[in-house]
């Protein structure tokens, strides 16, 4: 833990000196969103509202996901396989993909809200959705962007292998969270929730069984 909390650190205090990709990436989110408005002005409604949040958000994802390894050096890379073991590597960067990818939901929201109003009725749900959505982006996508890390085509590879993967978590989450904008739903959409909570414990553990021979590589 103690590794990981470090690495979190440095990643971290990189991505503050690299502010460009995130802006990058909030620039991707603000145009989108606005690009929605306009096409769908007069005509939104709640489905399109709820499946267009998390297709935006899936792609975010994998933009933000992607240098989680294409930035490491094989100096760096060298340097790492030296100081920490590779469970702290890879529990690192999906933790930090999962904080800032769950400040990304939370402008996206403010966002779609300020643009095509707020459809939530059951708040508590939908931030447990987002939380629970979020982190399961990350626990797949890091993996798949570790694999991509050891290709020259990271891009191509993180697209191929990545959205097929994050295809079933997308599916939950359009469902789930069209009962909760419905409605209260916590309950009904529990049995949604827990399959979502158990992808996410196959991703890690998935990601602590084969990302340390991947890392020997």
């Known amino acids: 833990m103690h590794h990981t909390l470090a690495l ?42 709820n499946a267009l949040f998390w297709i935006i958000m899936a792609f975010a994802s994998i933009n933000l996901v992607l240098k989680s390894f294409n930035d490491e050096s094989t100096g760096r890379k060298m340097y790492l396989y030296t100081l920490a073991s590779p469970v702290s590597v890879i529990f690192s960067k999906i933790l930090l993909n999962t904080l800032v990818m769950f400040a990304l939901g939370i402008i996206g929201y403010l966002l779609f809200s300020l643009f095509m109003g707020n459809m939530i009725k059951d708040p508590l749900a939908w931030w447990l959705l987002l939380l629970v959505g979020v982190s399961g982006f990350s626990s797949i996508l890091t993996m798949v962007s570790a694999i991509a890390g050891q290709t020259k085509n990271n891009f191509t590879i993180m697209a191929v292998l990545g959205f097929p993967l994050i295809l079933p978590l997308i599916l939950l989450l359009i469902r789930s969270s069209a009962a909760v904008i419905n409605g209260p739903a916590l309950k009904a959409i529990l049995p949604d929730l827990l399959v979502i909570v158990l992808l996410n414990l196959i991703a890690l553990l998935l990601s602590y069984l084969l990302f340390p021979y991947l890392w020997k590589e």
């Open 8 to 49: 979190i650190q440095k990643e971290l205090q990189l991505e503050w000196r690299q502010k460009h990709a995130l802006g990058g990436i909030m620039l991707y989110l603000v145009s989108t969103v606005f690009i929605c408005y306009l096409a769908f002005s007069g005509i939104m409604n709640p489905q399109t509202w």
